[in-house]
């Protein structure tokens, strides 16, 4: 390894072990992901829940599950309930869309306030 190698090196460690100050980019991040992650988390959550949902009735339709728990002809139940998770999994961007619309008008003065802030002082 080098001397430039190891100045690197040395000081890329010490930066983890310095205080970092806190700067108006690192509240303007943090108000980003304020607007985001709700979104997201909400994306998630009901997305993963349509395609369990959807799957469910798919075991139903296509494997003896339905025998076992005692529903005789699972055929149409199990279509009706993978209509029901496709149908949420269909509507989930939309809704993604809708909370982060809603989220970005809230947040938008106090983003560009900020933002302003940062490119004139730059």
């Known amino acids: 390894m080098n001397k430039n190698d190891q100045e690197f090196l040395v000081q890329k460690i010490r930066t983890q ?8 980019l690192d509240e303007l991040k943090a108000l980003d992901a304020k ?4 979104a997201n988390v909400f994306a998630y959550i009901f997305g993963s829940v349509s395609a369990i ?24 139940p199990g279509i009706v309930i ?20 809603s989220r970005k008008k ?6 560009m306030e900020l933002s302003e802030k940062i490119m004139n002082n730059n």
């Open 53 to 76: 949902i959807m799957g469910s009735g798919m075991s139903l339709v296509m494997t003896d599950i339905g025998a076992t728990i005692g529903i005789e002809d699972a055929m149409i």
């Open 35 to 38: 607007v985001k992650k709700p």
């Open 106 to 111: 809230k947040y938008a003065g106090q983003i």
């Open 82 to 101: 993978g209509v029901v998770g496709m149908l949420m999994a269909i509507i989930n961007y939309p809704l993604y869309k809708g909370v982060l619309t």
């Open 17 to 24: 072990y310095t205080e970092k100050e806190h700067t108006q």
